[in-house]
């Protein structure tokens, strides 16, 4: 939902309505005062690795189980895409 109002006020700017990219920035901030606080890479590669561990993951195989783990218990609070590629890094 953030990232969608972020790509319409960039495409307001590029478009030189400075005035509706404002108020896609204002829409912005009130819809971050009710999402749960997004992990950092930091966390988010503390995580990981504990899932990892925890699962027994060895190898790209056993990202998918990894991943709905996550999945399941940080919904909301992380890029999953970006969870994703820091996985696949960590266990190729």
Known sequence: MVKQREDSAAAFEKGSRPELAEQERIEISVIQEFLPKQMTED???????DVIA???AQSLKDMGRCMGVLKERY????????????????LS
Do not use: P
């Open 43 to 49: 966390e988010i590669a503390t995580v990981i690795g």
């Open 54 to 56: 925890a699962q027994g």
């Open 75 to 90: 919904t909301g609070e992380m890029d999953f895409g970006k969870a994703g590629a820091m996985m696949k890094k960590r």
